[in-house]
């Protein structure tokens, strides 16, 4: 399995996270409320000014293999909600095809959980994902999320509607599973 590192997505990962998106599908599939294609320096810049302040309501990150220091991955904590003690992982995506299935979204999932229940003291970190991605489902399904609804045909792409799931994990799970 590949040790994973989340280290904070910086600006001078702007190219290589443009490189990694390269159709609009993508775009749609993977963060179509916060971006359009083609990706652009000033998409991510905006992006990226929501982790500055004080009390950033998103901590972004880039999943790094520890053995040879490539990036692999990207993932996000958004919406974080310190009054409410609530979360949600959004935007992730593994670099290439040919490295899913090895591990790398389910040691990100849980590191970026790790975060959120023990550094921020979360009490709820959701997260959507559209039905048709049964490999995103069974690796959230592995590290502890728990589907709790299910939103049929809510998001219009075209002539198409696409249903998703809004799954979560409580505080008292995540430490169960981490004893």
Same mark, same amino acid.
């Given at each position: 399995?590949?040790?994973?590192?989340?280290?904070?997505?910086?600006?001078? +990962?702007?190219?290589?996270?443009?490189?990694? *998106?390269?159709?609009? +599908?993508?775009?749609?599939?993977? @963060?179509? $409320?916060?971006?359009?294609?083609?990706?652009?320096?000033?998409?991510l810049e905006n992006y990226?000014?929501?982790?500055?302040g004080d009390k950033p309501?998103?901590?972004?990150?880039? @999943?790094? +293999?520890?053995?040879?220091?490539? =990036?692999?991955?990207?993932?996000?904590?958004?919406?974080?909600?310190?009054?409410?003690?609530?979360?949600?992982?959004?935007?992730?995506? *593994?670099?290439e095809p040919a490295l899913?299935?090895?591990?790398?979204?389910?040691?990100?999932?849980?590191?970026? $959980?790790?975060?959120?229940? +023990?550094?921020?003291?979360?009490?709820?970190?959701?997260?959507?994902?559209?039905?048709?991605?049964?490999? @995103?489902?069974?690796?959230?399904?592995? =590290?502890?999320?728990?589907?709790?609804?299910?939103?049929?045909?809510?998001?219009? =792409?075209?002539?198409?509607?696409?249903?998703?799931?809004?799954?979560?994990?409580?505080?008292?799970?995540?430490? @169960?599973?981490?004893?």
């Amino acid at each position: 399995m590949i040790d994973i590192e989340l280290r904070p997505f910086e600006r001078e +990962d702007f190219a290589r996270l443009i490189g990694w *998106v390269t159709s609009a +599908d993508l775009i749609q599939k993977w @963060a179509p $409320l916060v971006f359009s294609y083609p990706l652009n320096e000033s998409q991510l810049e905006n992006y990226i000014q929501t982790t500055e302040g004080d009390k950033p309501n998103r901590k972004i990150f880039k @999943a790094v +293999d520890t053995k040879n220091n490539a =990036v692999v991955a990207h993932i996000e904590l958004d919406r974080i909600d310190l009054k409410n003690r609530s979360a949600t992982v959004a935007r992730v995506l *593994v670099k290439e095809p040919a490295l899913r299935g090895q591990g790398i979204g389910t040691e990100m999932v849980r590191k970026i $959980l790790a975060i959120g229940f +023990d550094r921020l003291d979360l009490h709820r970190i959701s997260i959507g994902v559209f039905d048709f991605k049964k490999e @995103a489902i069974a690796c959230y399904e592995k =590290v502890g999320f728990v589907k709790e609804g299910y939103l049929r045909e809510s998001w219009r =792409v075209g002539d198409e509607y696409w249903s998703f799931y809004i799954m979560s994990m409580l505080e008292s799970e995540w430490k @169960a599973l981490n004893i």
